[in-house]
């Protein structure tokens, strides 16, 4: 009973949620205007009736009852509810209480009169049935209540009834039915503002909830983004560190004095060579360069000199040996040349080539000459020729065509090019 009661009182005690409070005090306050506004309209035209009649007097306090809590609704309420908001139910459940005691109270004076026709009491049902159904039609806020606004005037009515024995039978009649239509409304009021707040409750936690989906979509957007950032950057450092990495394995396998491969890289190129001439069936064709005089040039000019000498031979080599050959820096002053899909016929064409480019030079060249001693190995698809055994053919190669040169310079001859004999992997190599 107290739970029951306090759901009840809730919406005039103001323990209800606040913004359905503030709507139905919103829809309280209109319909209390035009309950107050119809109320004194209908006591008015009472009282003017009553008053032509022979007992008017005695109809006057009823109609004071029904007038006074409308007029202060619409004449007192309007700075008041402005400042006190939770006084707009109370004050429209007292103008309806105030109409519903001037209706059984002139129901009460009506039956007193003697010699009462049928007609009398379908006009003092008929008002009183009024009175009652327009409370519940405009009882807006006060609805939960509205059993107590009907059926306490009501109970009045029926211990008047009941002290002066006029309980007829169309007394009884008129009472039942009075009682049955207070009854049906006040449970109608009760069963719709259950439904209403259900309503509200339900569009409540719509609301709510969307609004929570709304911010945890608007999270989701934020962490989107955020993670989006986060791929992005890592991405980039994955780009960063991916270039970083290019340049380290490139700074690993290039020269830094030459710009061209170093030892190992060239020993990774010429295994994958002649894995491709077994392949595709070419030949492959290596030469060993040594760059003459290096040492004297470093001991006479200084290491300077001698980086020169080295960058200038490389500059010759690069301007003839095609794109697709590779040049590799062995270590001081011995490279190699992997020469693809090349015969040692075409080697030989274009190391002459080189050996002219680089004794022009030497013309203008006062401090040293530029010259280099080579030594050339071929290998076809027929020969079983490993990486090694490759180096060291063209190595003793190039032994020989520098000892020839020596030789020639100091016979006083002029130094020419490779022999047109050269040693191969099953001759013997140099003393």
Not at 302 to 319: F, S, T
Not at 367 to 378: D, N, Q, T, V, W
């Amino acid at each position: 009973m107290r739970t029951l009661r306090q759901e009840l009182m809730r919406p005039l005690l103001g323990g209800a949620d606040s913004n359905y409070l503030r709507e139905i005090r919103t829809k309280t306050l209109l319909f209390g205007k035009l309950y107050s506004a119809l109320a004194l309209v209908v006591v008015s035209a009472f009282g003017i009736f009553a008053l032509c009649g022979p007992l008017g007097v005695q109809y006057l306090p009823w109609c004071l009852a029904g007038a006074i809590p409308a007029f202060l609704f619409l004449t007192l309420g309007a700075e008041l509810f402005a400042r006190r908001p939770s006084l707009i139910v109370p004050f429209h459940a007292f103008s309806l209480l105030g109409l519903q005691v001037m209706t059984m109270g002139t129901a009460s004076n009506v039956l007193l009169i003697p010699n009462r026709v049928v007609g009398v009491w379908i006009v003092v049902l008929g008002l009183v049935a009024f009175g009652i159904v327009l409370a519940w039609l405009l009882a807006a806020g006060v609805r939960p209540f509205l059993w107590a606004v009907l059926i306490l005037p009501l109970l009045a009515l029926s211990l008047f009834l009941l002290r002066h024995q006029i309980l007829t039978y169309r007394a009884l009649l008129m009472l039942s039915s009075i009682w049955v239509i207070a009854g049906i409304c006040s449970v109608m009021a009760l069963v719709h503002e259950r439904s209403l707040r259900r309503a509200y409750a339900a569009k409540s936690a719509a609301l709510s909830r969307s609004a929570d989906l709304e911010r945890d979509l608007e999270s989701l957007k934020c962490r989107n983004i955020e993670l989006e950032r986060e791929v992005t950057k890592m991405q980039k450092e994955i780009e960063e560190r991916k270039a970083m990495e290019a340049v380290l394995e490139q700074r690993a396998s290039i020269d830094d004095l030459t710009g061209v491969y170093n030892r190992r890289a060239g020993m990774e190129i010429l295994k994958q060579s002649i894995y491709l001439t077994d392949r595709y069936s070419q030949p492959l064709s290596l030469c060993f360069i040594d760059i003459d005089d290096l040492k004297a040039v470093n001991d006479n000019w200084g290491h300077p000199a001698g980086d020169e000498l080295i960058r200038r031979v490389i500059a010759v080599l690069k301007k003839h040996f095609r794109k697709s050959d590779y040049i590799c820096r062995l270590g001081g002053d011995e490279f190699l040349a992997v020469l693809t899909n090349c015969a040692v016929e075409a080697a030989t064409v274009i190391l002459d080539r080189i050996m002219a480019d680089l004794e022009s030079q030497s013309v203008e060249e006062v401090r040293f000459p530029l010259a280099i001693s080579y030594g050339l190995a071929e290998r076809t698809s027929a020969d079983a020729f490993t990486a090694e055994e490759m180096l060291r053919l063209a190595d003793n190669n190039m032994y020989l065509n520098k000892q020839k040169k020596k030789l020639n310079a100091k016979n006083g001859t002029p130094s020419g090019g490779m022999d047109n004999d050269p040693i191969t992997e099953s001759g013997d190599g140099p003393a």
